[in-house]
């Protein structure tokens, strides 16, 4: 079993940015493959990104195309911390954020896919 915790949302204006941590416990992360999911109000969840396990090809990564080139998913090398680091944000990325992880497999975009979830962590960007 793998517990997850995120950190790092908050409150930023159009444009700004902001890094997302998630730390693992119970479990290295290094086997499991991680994503970040999204779920605004009223609406349903929704993937943003995904990176592999570390034996996946090199660590492949895989993103929502409403987040592409603004963010970027990332391990640290001890492997148990993932960040999501978020650029150029837009009122459209205020959600609540949550980290997934699935043990092995491939980066996939679909949030059923995963099997492990954190609380989440609120990500508010006003215009």
């Known amino acids: 079993q793998v517990q997850l915790v995120e950190s790092g949302g908050g409150s930023v204006q159009a444009g700004g940015s902001l890094r997302l941590s998630c730390a693992a416990s119970?479990?290295?992360?290094?086997?499991?493959?991680m994503a970040w999911v999204r779920q605004a109000p009223g609406k349903e969840r929704e993937f943003v990104a995904a990176?592999?396990?570390?034996?996946?090809?090199?660590?492949?990564?895989n993103y929502a195309s409403s987040v592409k080139g603004r963010f970027t998913i990332s391990r640290v090398i001890d492997g148990n911390t993932v960040y999501l680091q978020m650029n150029s944000l837009k009122p459209e990325d205020t959600a609540v954020y949550y980290c997934?992880?699935?043990?092995?497999?491939?980066?996939?975009?679909?949030?059923?896919?995963?099997?492990?979830w954190g609380q989440g962590t609120q990500v508010t960007v006003s215009s």
């Open positions: 119970g479990r290295t992360l290094s086997s499991y493959t």
């Open positions: 997934a992880a699935t043990y092995l497999g491939a980066p996939h975009g679909q949030s059923s896919d995963y099997n492990y």
């Open positions: 990176l592999s396990w570390t034996g996946w090809t090199g660590g492949a990564t």
